[in-house]
């Protein structure tokens, strides 16, 4: 049996979820390697996939439609649709499990309702579920030979905008499969033996990295799942293989919680959040946009974004917090900037981040949670090598100020050659009068009774 591999970059059916400008750079790059893997077979088209996909099962004489299931709700839509058009052609539809470890239907509780707290979701909806992940399936043995697909072809569905700006995010990551199954032997390798503690530091390098490359399924979870416990089988569990093994279970929760709750990208889960007192602060926004917040370690993080498409972990966090609880502006102006400049960008993880830091979500840290970037730096970033890196503005300053520098003497900041205010900006806010705002904002969703 040969298979005609088609991609097509359906923007019609996305509406506003429409991916963003980083996710259309590594998008790109993704499907040059993949059609080099297809040894130049796949076809690729731009339009509705409920239009092209009928059209093209008839113009190939297909008699069967293959594809991975997807979770977002515009794609369960389309496809639901699609596959009735199939099935009404008398044609055979076959979908898979491509994506997610278990299937979001399976994982419930006793009662038939699903889980809205992590734990219980992860150690006894999926892993004591008896039904474990399934093994790795190889690769198709062969391709529909037909016109070579070109690299004209690929660009002329416009992923890559005219402007150059993604040329640090191109020598910085290396899209395609080769690259996702070499970023997890190098983190199998050497990441994941500190990685509990590890993946808190900004400053070292513990974590996968492997987000987009499962994000575009250039590597499934069940490809590193079944890694790990090779991993395991070969050296016993260990805290930190347990501790990787449930950041999976993470992603695993989030798209369930967008499959049966999906409006979690726009609506909270948390409903009195509705009432919250939200500020319309656009030059606010911008500055934190921009990284010139005047806080260190958040500014760190949102160049990094800015100039990589990646933000460690623990500084989405603290940017996060920052943005929502100290600003007091809305988790949705958050998302919406992540969505843009992310090359991981996945509508479930960022919904459910989002909303688990704001307070609102399922299983959330709590509002009155709110990150001190100052403490943070100081406790993650412990010598500064992270905010040197990305703020070089302040590389000459010594470790006991580079997390505060408005609060070096005059001395220190000439000899660092440092003017606040004009080389790095003085803190936007102050800290603990936004912080008690911003409890006082979150008391009055609960009015005494």
């Known amino acids: 049996m040969c298979i005609v591999p088609v991609y097509i970059l359906d923007d019609d059916s996305a509406g506003s979820w429409a991916m963003g400008a980083a996710a259309r750079w590594w998008l790109h790059q993704s499907l040059t390697e993949l059609n080099k893997g297809l040894g130049a077979g796949l076809r690729v088209y731009r339009g509705r996939a409920d239009e ?31 596959e009735s058009q199939l099935r009404a052609s008398k044609l055979q539809v076959r979908t898979f499990n491509g994506s997610l470890l278990f299937e979001p239907e399976q994982v419930c509780k006793a009662d038939g309702t699903p889980y809205r707290v992590f734990t219980p979701f992860y150690r006894k909806g999926c892993l004591q579920s008896g039904n ?13 030979p037909g016109r070579p697909t070109s690299a004209n072809d690929i660009a002329g ?41 590890g993946r808190d530091r900004p400053d070292e390098d513990y974590v996968s990295r492997l987000s987009p490359h499962l994000h575009f399924g250039e590597i499934s979870p069940h490809e590193v ?3 790990v416990k090779a991993l395991e089988a070969e ?5 930190d293989i347990d501790h990787f093994q449930s950041e999976l279970g993470w992603r695993e929760f989030s798209h369930n919680l967008l499959v049966h709750w999906p409006r979690l990208p726009e609506q909270n889960l948390q409903r009195k959040f509705d009432r919250f007192p939200w500020l319309d602060d656009e030059k606010s926004l911008q500055q934190w946009q921009r ?12 160049r990094e ?50 909303q688990w830091v704001a307070g609102c979500g399922a299983d959330a840290a709590p509002f009155f949670r709110i990150f001190n970037p100052v403490t ?42 440092l003017r606040l205010g004009r080389d790095y900006p003085a803190p936007m806010v102050d800290l603990q009068k936004t912080r008690v705002r911003a409890l006082d904002a979150f008391k009055s969703l609960n009015p005494p009774e």
């Open 52 to 82: 092209l996909i009928p059209r093209l099962a008839q113009e190939f004489g297909a008699c069967g439609v293959f594809w991975n299931r997807c979770y977002e709700p515009w794609r369960v839509a389309r496809d639901r649709k699609i």
């Open 132 to 144: 474990a992940p399934r093994k790795p399936v190889s690769a198709p043995i062969s391709v529909l």
């Open 157 to 197: 569905i416009g992923l890559l905008p005219e402007k150059r700006w993604y040329e640090e995010m191109a020598r910085q990551w290396h899209p395609g499969e080769d690259g996702a199954k070499a970023r997890l032997l190098s983190f199998l390798d050497g990441g994941i033996w500190n990685y509990k503690a």
């Open 225 to 227: 799942w079944w890694a």
């Open 235 to 239: 050296v016993g569990i260990t805290a």
């Open 291 to 302: 990284g010139e917040t005047g806080y260190p370690i958040i500014d760190a993080g949102m």
């Open 305 to 354: 974004l800015w100039r990589t498409g990646y933000m460690h972990n623990r500084a989405r966090m603290i940017v996060a917090s920052f943005l929502v609880k100290n600003l007091m502006i809305h988790w949705h102006h958050g998302a919406a900037w992540f969505w843009d400049t992310l090359v991981d960008a996945d509508l479930a993880n960022n919904s459910a981040s989002w």
């Open 376 to 417: 943070q730096g100081q406790r993650f970033d412990p010598d500064g090598a992270y905010v040197r890196h990305f703020v070089p503005e302040l590389s000459r300053l010594p470790n006991k100020f580079i997390h505060s520098p408005w609060l070096a003497s005059p001395g220190i900041l000439q000899h660092a050659g």
